[in-house]
């Protein structure tokens, strides 16, 4: 066999484990995990930490114009909502419960200090 075809051959395995190693490491960024809590817009509730009853109807026309969501738990904890790229419906759903106590189960994600979730389910807490 050729050596430069040998040559090219093994750097294409190699570029191609590479990359199946570097989307597993993408894709799977942590633990699936359930939550409880309010559904904030990320804008107002960062700048001032808007956010309850009163906050509510801000909240909505904020996440239906744009503000990244977030879920404020009942241990106190933020989270920035994700959707998934594979159904975005679940993320959707979210948006419906601004302002609002919801359960919401999803994958976790940390980079750099950030928590995120990316949605698989919400739905309205009873």
Do not use: R, W
Request: hydrophobic fraction near 40%; include cysteine.
């Amino acid at each position: 066999m050729n050596k430069n075809l040998l040559k090219k051959l093994s750097g294409f395995a190699f570029l191609g484990i590479f990359f199946l190693c570097f989307q597993s490491f993408l894709f799977k960024n942590g633990d699936p995990k359930t939550v409880t809590g309010e559904i904030l817009d990320m804008k107002c509730y960062m700048a001032s930490g808007a956010h309850g009853d009163s906050h509510k109807q801000c909240a909505a026309t904020c996440i239906k114009g744009g503000s990244p969501m977030g879920i404020l738990t009942d241990d106190g904890k933020v989270y920035l909502l994700i959707a998934d790229e594979k159904d975005s419906d679940p993320y959707d759903d979210a948006k419906k419960f601004a302002g609002e106590k919801v359960t919401l189960t999803g994958t976790v994600s940390e980079k750099n200090g950030v928590q995120a979730i990316i949605v698989s389910e919400v739905k309205a807490k009873v």
